[in-house]
């Protein structure tokens, strides 16, 4: 009779995210509310617009902190430093040439998101923190 040998593994690695594929996290804090810029013509979706010229959105979150910040998820991983923002900075990460288009669009549809951050997460939510 033949036999399988199992071999289990020693231990898992548990610091990742994975939906079938790898999956990247960031928060873009706008600094300013962006609930009021919703339409077609609106702050979110020019924001939209710049993250999915880079990757493909899985998941967005709802808008949290008094409307001022929102996370992303998008698939792959993007180590590294390649990447060249819209206004030909290069050498950036992902999230700095994120941050670097977002910031680029100024005041827009009356929203000043010049100052906005993006900032790479994982995916972890603190109780104190969940969003209800």
């Keep these: 009779m033949a036999t399988v040998t199992k071999v289990n593994p020693a231990s898992t690695t548990t610091n990742f995210e994975v939906v079938g594929k790898d999956i990247t996290f960031f928060t873009v804090d706008y600094i300013n509310a962006v609930n009021g810029s919703a339409g077609p013509s609106g702050v979110q979706k020019a924001v939209l617009d710049i993250i999915l010229n880079r990757a493909t959105i899985v998941a ?28 030909g900075t290069t050498g950036l990460s992902f999230v700095a040439a994120l941050q670097d288009d977002i910031r680029n669009l100024g005041t827009y549809d009356s929203v000043d998101v010049s100052a906005a951050t993006v900032t790479a997460t994982k995916l972890g939510i603190l109780t104190a923190a969940a969003v209800a």
Excluded: H, K, M, Y
């Design 60 to 87: 967005a979150g709802p808008l949290v902190d008094t409307n001022t910040q929102q996370t992303f998820a998008v698939e792959g991983e993007f180590p590294g430093s390649g990447f060249t923002a819209i206004d």
